[in-house]
């Protein structure tokens, strides 16, 4: 029995130990923008389905003469990690120290980042591991803010007293990026607005009701339009007036527009320029008269007591509707106005639709949805957020003018809130100077994530990279905010390509992740089948496309590790142990194996240079299992005992086979190398640095022809002797064959040592058939 995890430790420590995967830079560069994962969880079956892909490339390209730029990363600061680091510890700002909170969630990460790293380093992904960034060190972090100060002095980074999505629940800022539309159930609420009637979900953002909003073409509200109306409780009067977004078919016909109760909200609210009145802060509701300072839920209840209580209520009806909701915790987002940094994007959208096109997409059909997400931005960028474990803006404000004060480049990394260096308004002159207390989103760093792996290893000269890889679930923000800073700091795409792959679902149709924890770990599917195996099933889709993780997959994977192990059992069984030099075939048989080797080669370097991964796997499984094992090795278990023949059809046998080792390797790292170390025992490299199999048109040879029409004839005594309920090793006296007699008769010798055949009548005829 094979021992794959004797095996894999071998060779990724092998991997390691060595420097293999180490970037050297040279003439024929490639590199990769990986993705750094989040320390929010553990590592699970849908990254080992993504990061493979992205090796299989890496290792291909290393292979195809290529010095490969492979990075580690972790994304380890912002809210998911904060959640994480919360969980685990048990801790919260409001019982934790400012510092102390930075430093346990410093602590955790990196403790919990050697789990995640060595969950990944076992599933032989080929990066650069010893050469890793974390989003939280001082090194990402003056990057980030040097990058936020450039975009300070490009005017594209602002900051404005606006609306603002927030999410009670995290008491955070959050941006369009973190919204997810989810179906929910709530009341909707019909009041009877003194003389209107109107129907809301928000019946607690009455108090902040500034108009009535009906279609213009609703006959039954014509008369009202232009009209005053008194808000019921708080009895002031707002106007009744028209727009033709107005859903006629909902609630009434007529809608309270309140600042904010949802996006729509704002968008009228914008559109005709009204006063807001703010009752929502910090998550909580205060109108000063009715509700004062209760959280949503409550203040729902209160107002609808009061509502009841005055008659106003005419019905409340239960119903499921969407809402927009902070995709990190599900909790429906709230809108209010308060300070916040922001990313000015809105007015570029025709120019990051055109960076979009600049850059090649696979599969091409994934681009739309980064077109779409950029057409249908309705804000800029509010990248501040009211968390703690996160990149500190480099800001001051000066107490007495309101000046922004920002930090020297030489003074960064720097930390505002821990910082207790004396600082004057270069203004007003003023000493009184307070610090920013937010924290950056943390796709403002990542969206550097280009930069930052260029910078660590002060290579900036090969901007734009290569390819970057990623899920589909992240086009819009990773993807998104990383085109868009390269787009603002370089006026470049950030690279040349970008591969979408699909996503790991749950049972119940969830993507997996880690910060849900619906998560199934790979450590027991490599325990069980092998890493080979789990790599192989992330190479049984096309680009782009969800997958579910397939026992008969990982089953194929494995078989395909055996076999390969069997394959070269039995040709150094054939060789007695002794591989024989390189020769050119002669003999047909040998011919026609190295034509089929080559055609195998073209196609699956195709494949593979259009990252067609799953067609590549396809190719090559064709060729080993059925025209290598099933064919080939059947018909030289005999010809390489003859004098003759016996070199050559071995070197051919030792060839083709270690060619096929090279195309699997990409995909299955570990058995291929331990195999061509078996095969060429002085050898002291690794496979993944051997040069890929190039096709050679000088090796297609005519008898491929001839040897294809006789693999039929054999598949056709397989046939005869399954019907017969034979062995294929079983002997046939005598058999009659009608077919080309001129070609039976110039591989008979195949066909009888192969089929076992004591005697063998031969017919010419057109059609090839087994006479009964
Ligand atoms: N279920 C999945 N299937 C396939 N790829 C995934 C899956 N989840 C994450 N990835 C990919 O792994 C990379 C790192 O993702 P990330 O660390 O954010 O994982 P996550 O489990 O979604 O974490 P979180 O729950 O914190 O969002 C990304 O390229 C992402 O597209």
């Not at 409780?233 to 007036?241: E, F, I, N, R, T």
């Not at 048109?697 to 046939?719: A, L, S, T």
């Not at 007699?741 to 031969?762: F, R």
Request: aromatic share 12%.
């Amino acid at each position: 029995m094979i021992d794959t995890v004797a095996i894999e430790k071998k060779w990724k420590d092998y991997w390691f130990n060595n420097n293999i995967f180490a970037f050297k830079k040279g003439d024929k560069n490639y590199t990769i923008d990986t993705p750094p994962p989040t320390v929010s969880g553990k590592m699970h079956v849908g990254h080992a389905f993504s990061y493979p892909q992205q090796d299989f490339i890496a290792r291909y390209k290393r292979m195809k003469g290529y010095n490969v730029f492979y990075p580690w990363g972790f994304d380890d600061n912002g809210l998911p990690t904060e959640k994480f680091v919360e969980k685990e510890r048990r801790v919260t700002i409001d019982n934790t120290p400012l510092k102390d909170y930075i430093e346990i969630c410093r602590e955790v990460s990196r403790e919990s980042e050697k789990g995640l790293y060595q969950a990944w380093y076992d599933t032989g992904i080929s990066a650069d591991f010893k050469n890793y960034i974390d989003t939280s060190s001082d090194f990402s972090i003056k990057i980030s803010q040097e990058m936020f100060l450039d975009l300070v002095a490009k005017k594209r980074a602002y900051r404005d007293e606006a609306p603002y999505i927030t999410c009670p629940t995290c008491r955070t800022a959050i941006s369009q990026i973190e919204m997810k539309d989810a179906i929910i159930s709530t009341e909707l609420v019909y009041i009877n607005f003194n003389g209107i009637e109107i129907a809301t979900t928000r019946p607690e953002m009455l108090g902040a009701c500034v108009a009535i909003f009906v279609n213009p073409d609703d006959e039954r509200f014509k008369k009202f339009i232009g009209t005053t109306v008194n808000v019921p409780v708080y009895g002031y009067p707002v106007k009744v007036m028209s727009d033709p977004s107005i859903d006629m078919e909902f609630g009434t016909g007529a809608e309270m527009l309140c600042t904010f109760g949802d996006q729509h909200d704002l968008e009228l609210w914008k559109k005709y320029g009204i006063k807001a009145r703010i009752i929502l802060k910090n998550n909580r509701i205060n109108d000063g008269s009715v509700i004062i300072n209760m959280p949503i839920k409550d203040a729902r209840k209160k107002i609808i007591d009061e509502l009841q209580s005055k008659n106003y209520i005419i019905k409340i009806e239960k119903i499921k509707h969407s809402v927009n909701t902070h995709e990190r915790c599900g909790t429906p987002i709230e809108i209010g106005i308060s300070k916040q940094w922001y990313i000015k994007d809105l007015d570029i959208k025709n120019e990051l639709i055109e960076f979009g096109n600049k850059i090649e997409w696979v599969p091409g059909h994934m681009k739309i949805r980064y077109d779409n997400w950029v057409t249908g931005l309705k804000w800029d960028w509010c990248i501040s957020r009211q968390r703690y474990f996160g990149v500190p803006f480099p800001v001051w404000y000066c107490d007495n003018c309101g000046e922004i004060i920002l930090a020297g480049n030489e003074e960064l990394p720097v930390d505002p809130r821990l910082d207790n260096k004396k600082r004057k308004c270069e203004k007003c002159g003023s000493d009184n100077i307070v610090p920013e207390t937010d924290v950056m989103d943390t796709w403002a760093t990542s969206s550097l994530s280009p930069t930052l792996y260029l910078k660590h290893i002060n290579q900036m000269d090969l901007y734009p990279m290569d390819s970057r890889f990623q899920g589909h679930d992240i086009i819009t923000s990773w993807a998104f905010t990383t085109i868009l800073r390269s787009y603002l700091h370089y006026g470049e795409i950030p690279w040349r390509k970008i591969v979408i792959s699909g996503n790991v679902y749950d049972p119940f149709g969830q993507k997996m992740s880690k910060s849900k924890g619906n998560i199934v770990e790979p450590r027991a599917i490599i325990e069980n089948y092998g890493a080979d195996a789990l790599r192989y099933w992330a190479s049984t889709t096309m680009q782009g496309e969800n997958i579910k993780l397939r026992e008969q997959d990982l089953m194929r994977g494995r078989k395909t590790v055996i076999k390969l192990e069997n394959s070269l059992k039995l040709i150094m069984m054939l060789a007695n142990n002794k591989k024989p030099g390189n020769t050119i075939p002669e003999f047909p048989v040998n011919r026609w194996i190295t034509t089929k080797m080559e055609r195998t080669i073209k196609e699956v370097t195709e494949y593979m240079e259009n990252n067609e991964i799953m067609k590549a796997r396809i190719s090559l499984d064709k060729f080993f299992w059925n025209e290598y094992c099933d064919n080939y090795l059947e018909m030289i278990k005999n010809e390489s005992s003859k004098d003759d023949r016996r070199d050559e059809t071995l070197s051919t046998a030792f060839s083709v086979f270690e060619n096929i080792l090279k195309m699997y390797s990409p995909i299955m790292p570990f058995i291929t190398e331990e195999l061509f170390h078996q095969a060429n025992p002085s050898f002291s490299g690794s496979i993944g640095l051997e040069p890929y199999p190039e096709f050679d048109g000088q090796m297609i040879y005519n008898e491929e022809n001839e040897v294809d029409y006789i693999i039929g004839v054999i598949d056709k005594i397989r046939n005869l002797k399954s019907q017969m309920k034979l062995s294929m090793a079983a002997p046939l006296d005598i058999l009659k064959l009608h077919g080309d007699a001129k070609i039976i008769q110039k591989y008979d010798y195949i066909l009888e040592g192969m089929m076992h055949i004591n005697s063998m009548e031969i017919i010419n005829s057109e059609d090839t058939y087994i006479e009964n």
